[in-house]
Protein backbone atom coordinates (compact mmCIF):
# COMPACT_ATOMS: atom_id res chain seq x y z
CA UNK A 1 0.00 0.00 0.00
CA UNK A 2 0.84 3.55 -0.55
CA UNK A 3 1.27 5.86 2.25
CA UNK A 4 -1.63 7.34 1.91
CA UNK A 5 -3.59 4.56 1.43
CA UNK A 6 -2.19 3.00 4.97
CA UNK A 7 -3.31 6.09 6.45
CA UNK A 8 -6.82 6.62 4.70
CA UNK A 9 -7.06 3.17 6.07
CA UNK A 10 -5.96 3.56 9.81
CA UNK A 11 -8.02 6.97 9.76
CA UNK A 12 -11.06 5.32 8.62
CA UNK A 13 -10.99 2.86 11.20
CA UNK A 14 -9.82 5.59 14.11
CA UNK A 15 -13.20 7.44 13.02
CA UNK A 16 -15.35 4.36 13.64
CA UNK A 17 -13.75 4.70 17.01
CA UNK A 18 -11.66 1.72 16.70
CA UNK A 19 -8.27 1.49 18.44
CA UNK A 20 -5.75 -0.13 15.82
CA UNK A 21 -2.77 -1.90 16.68
CA UNK A 22 0.04 -2.67 14.27
CA UNK A 23 2.77 -5.09 14.42
CA UNK A 24 5.84 -2.74 13.82
CA UNK A 25 6.23 0.68 13.64
CA UNK A 26 5.16 3.22 11.05
CA UNK A 27 7.72 4.59 8.86
CA UNK A 28 8.60 8.52 9.80
CA UNK A 29 6.85 10.01 6.48
CA UNK A 30 3.59 7.53 7.84
CA UNK A 31 3.82 8.87 10.46
CA UNK A 32 3.70 12.24 9.60
CA UNK A 33 1.27 12.12 7.11
CA UNK A 34 -1.17 10.25 9.43
CA UNK A 35 -0.68 13.54 12.18
CA UNK A 36 -0.89 15.82 9.52
CA UNK A 37 -4.14 14.39 8.28
CA UNK A 38 -5.51 13.96 11.37
CA UNK A 39 -5.15 18.14 12.60
CA UNK A 40 -6.51 18.59 9.46
CA UNK A 41 -9.93 16.79 10.29
CA UNK A 42 -10.30 17.83 13.79
CA UNK A 43 -11.81 20.96 12.61
CA UNK A 44 -13.67 19.65 10.11
CA UNK A 45 -15.54 16.52 11.54
CA UNK A 46 -17.98 17.34 15.19
CA UNK A 47 -17.35 15.03 17.41
CA UNK A 48 -13.23 13.93 16.42
CA UNK A 49 -10.68 14.85 19.17
CA UNK A 50 -7.65 13.67 17.47
CA UNK A 51 -6.03 10.63 17.92
CA UNK A 52 -3.63 9.01 20.60
CA UNK A 53 -0.63 7.24 18.99
CA UNK A 54 2.31 5.14 20.98
CA UNK A 55 5.40 3.02 19.78
CA UNK A 56 6.50 0.63 22.17
CA UNK A 57 10.07 -0.98 21.45
CA UNK A 58 12.13 -3.49 23.74
CA UNK A 59 15.03 -1.74 25.68
CA UNK A 60 18.50 -3.29 23.82
CA UNK A 61 20.83 -0.92 26.17
CA UNK A 62 20.37 -4.11 28.59
CA UNK A 63 21.15 -6.71 26.34
CA UNK A 64 24.11 -8.61 25.31
CA UNK A 65 25.89 -8.04 21.77
CA UNK A 66 24.62 -10.86 20.42
CA UNK A 67 21.47 -10.20 20.89
CA UNK A 68 21.57 -6.60 19.53
CA UNK A 69 23.22 -8.14 16.94
CA UNK A 70 20.05 -10.29 15.99
CA UNK A 71 17.91 -7.72 16.24
CA UNK A 72 19.85 -5.28 13.78
CA UNK A 73 20.14 -8.21 11.68
CA UNK A 74 16.58 -8.64 11.76
CA UNK A 75 15.69 -5.01 11.00
CA UNK A 76 17.54 -4.73 7.83
CA UNK A 77 15.86 -7.61 6.56
CA UNK A 78 12.37 -7.30 7.43
CA UNK A 79 11.86 -4.18 8.77
CA UNK A 80 11.05 -3.20 12.33
CA UNK A 81 8.79 -5.33 13.29
CA UNK A 82 10.09 -5.77 17.39
CA UNK A 83 8.07 -2.68 17.67
CA UNK A 84 4.25 -2.10 18.80
CA UNK A 85 1.98 0.49 17.49
CA UNK A 86 -1.20 1.72 19.33
CA UNK A 87 -3.49 4.16 17.46
CA UNK A 88 -6.57 5.04 18.71
CA UNK A 89 -9.45 8.18 18.73
CA UNK A 90 -8.52 10.73 21.79
CA UNK A 91 -12.28 10.41 22.37
CA UNK A 92 -11.64 6.88 23.77
CA UNK A 93 -8.23 6.58 24.75
CA UNK A 94 -7.46 8.88 27.88
CA UNK A 95 -3.84 7.63 28.39
CA UNK A 96 -1.38 5.14 26.92
CA UNK A 97 1.58 4.22 29.68
CA UNK A 98 4.50 3.14 28.31
CA UNK A 99 7.09 0.37 29.63
CA UNK A 100 9.35 -1.66 27.61
CA UNK A 101 7.99 -4.96 28.39
CA UNK A 102 4.04 -3.91 28.84
CA UNK A 103 1.74 -1.43 27.80
CA UNK A 104 -1.54 0.27 29.69
CA UNK A 105 -3.98 1.51 27.77
CA UNK A 106 -6.91 3.40 29.77
CA UNK A 107 -10.03 3.90 28.38
CA UNK A 108 -13.26 5.80 29.15
Same mark, same amino acid.
Given at each position: *? +?? +????????? #??? !???????? !? @?? @???????????? *??????? /??? /? !? $? %????? %?? &??? /? %???? $????? !???????? &???????????????? $?????????? #?? +?
Amino acid at each position: *M +SI +SERVKRILN #LVL !GNKIVIIH !G @RL @RAEEEARLIEDT *MAMVDHI /KNF /K !G $I %ELAVI %EP &DLR /K %ENIL $IKMKY !GIAKRLVG &DSSALTVIGPSSIVKE $IRRDPKKIEL #LL +S
